[in-house]
């Protein structure tokens, strides 16, 4: 299995840390050919629109696209607002990979950044996860198609729809690795899916 790291801008280094913990190769992604050896994909905290400038262009803009439409993509922070379907506060064009409604730095310049207690509702191990949020965004609207898996008090702040992962905090700051492993294991199912599919008995 290789995961791959989105690394044109942002914390990359950090998730490519967790993932090397935990024992899966990595590859940083700069170019679109690169996501051919890539079997799930990382898209780290960053600033959102300098990242959707810099995907369209390095012309990643459309591989990616198909690449959520196909493999299990992570997005954190930055990364969640785009793969979300919808921003409702400053243009930013976004993947559309999840349906959710996002306001970016939606919690004003007293907070920018701060440190809460994620509840999750996955995974055997549920004491809460330590969550760093930097000028985060919020989830305004989860459509149907989207499950919440942690809560930080009512709101949802880590979300997934089966094969895209996307939280509003960094996982990759702390040295918790839960959310890195249930990552990993949607990438580890969807492989077992594809073999399963190759041998026919699908
Ligand atoms: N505020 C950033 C944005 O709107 C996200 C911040 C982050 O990724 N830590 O894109």
Redesign the pocket.
């Known amino acids: 299995m290789r995961i791959g790291i989105l690394a044109l801008q942002?914390d990359f280094e950090r998730h490519e840390a967790a993932l090397r913990r935990l024992d899966v190769d990595t590859v940083l992604v700069r170019k679109p050919a690169q996501l051919q050896d890539c079997d799930g994909l990382i898209l780290p905290?960053?600033?959102?629109?300098t990242f959707v400038h810099l995907m369209r262009e390095t012309e990643l803009w459309e591989p990616l696209k198909s690449f959520c439409d196909r493999r299990p993509v992570f997005g954190?922070?930055?990364?969640l607002?785009v793969l979300a379907t919808e921003v409702v506060n400053q243009r930013v064009d976004t993947l559309g990979a999840i349906d959710i409604t996002v306001r970016?730095?939606a919690y004003g310049r007293q907070r920018e950044s701060f440190v809460a207690d994620v509840e999750l509702t996955v995974g055997q191990d549920r004491r809460p996860f330590e969550g760093v949020f930097?000028?985060?965004?919020r989830i305004l609207r989860v459509g149907s198609s989207t499950t919440v898996l942690g809560t930080r008090g009512e709101e949802p702040v880590l979300v997934s729809n089966g094969q895209i992962l996307a939280a509003t905090f960094?996982p990759e700051l702390t040295d918790d690795l839960r959310i890195h492993s249930l990552f990993v294991d949607m990438v580890r199912g969807w492989l077992a899916g594809r073999d399963r599919a190759a041998l026919g008995k699908e």
Do not use: D, F, L, Y
């Open positions: 942002g905290g960053g600033e959102s629109t954190t922070c930055a990364g607002i970016r730095n930097i000028r985060a965004p960094h």
